[in-house]
T-cell receptor
Framework: EAGVAQSPRYKIIEKRQSVAFWCNPI?????LYWYQQILGQGPKLLIQFQNNGVVDDSQLPKDRFSAERLKGVDSTLKIQPAKLEDSAVYLCASSLLVSEQYFGPGTRLTVT | GQQLNQSPQSMFIQEGEDVSMNCTSS?????WLWYKQDPGEGPVLLIA?????ELTSNGRLTAQFGITRKDSFLNISASIPSDVGIYFCAGKNGNKLVFGAGTILRVKS
């Protein structure tokens, strides 16, 4: 079974630029999560989707971050405009409705 | 918000030694999970615990769900070089995971 796919794996941008990350979850997984992992910390949930709908986006900085999951499969996470403190690894995870989460390899973002 | 305290922050051990790490919380969780993260990769699930007092093994790994539901520990027996990495505990209520800051494990061969 294929795992969670993410792209790109690495991205370097200047502050105030925009960036987008893509995630393809495990086939059949209804729930999709985006996490931010700052160096030296554990992952922090940004947003959770169940199929097309947002379940939890309480920790998403909505003034600059947005995410969508059209058609209930792939998802994109966007940052516009980026700040220096957005430098982190952005992890996507997926799960069945009630099961454990499986993580993708992440996208390492560096904002200069 | 909910916070998990993981200890130790890092450890440097000899190959063949046993390793213990733990995780505590001020909040109760219904599920405790242990993940391992290698450099440049996402966390990989090692063990999931669903019931207070539960003791579960996965090869050389053993984890326990504390009776109070506020703590968990992970033991690794007879460590080998490929055990290096960062080990995260995570508490779960519903579908929401809260992660600890991780324990960095380095093994001297």
């Amino acid at each position: 079974e294929a795992g969670v796919a993410q792209s790109p794996r690495y991205k370097i941008i200047e502050k105030r630029q925009s960036v987008a990350f893509w995630c393809n979850p495990i086939s059949g997984h209804a729930t999709l999560y985006w996490y931010q992992q700052i160096l030296g910390q554990g992952p922090k949930l940004l947003i959770q989707f169940q199929n097309n709908g947002v379940v939890d986006d309480s920790q998403l900085p909505k003034d600059r971050f947005s995410a969508e999951r059209l058609k209930g499969v792939d998802s994109t996470l966007k940052i516009q405009p980026a700040k220096l403190e957005d430098s982190a690894v952005y992890l996507c995870a997926s799960s069945l409705l009630v099961s454990e989460q499986y993580f993708g390899p992440g996208t390492r973002l560096t904002v200069t | 918000g909910q916070q998990l305290n993981q200890s130790p922050q890092s450890m440097f051990i000899q190959e063949g030694e046993d390793v213990s790490m733990n995780c505590t919380s001020s909040s109760i969780f219904n599920t405790w999970l242990w993940y391992k993260q290698d450099p440049g990769e996402g966390p990989v699930l090692l063990i999931a615990l669903y019931k207070a007092g539960e003791l579960t093994s996965n090869g050389r790994l053993t984890a326990q769900f504390g009776i109070t539901r506020k703590d968990s520990f992970l033991n690794i027996s007879a460590s080998i070089p490929s055990d290096v990495g960062i080990y995260f505990c995570a508490g779960k209520n519903g579908n929401k995971l809260v992660f600890g800051a991780g324990t960095i494990l380095r093994v001297k061969s």
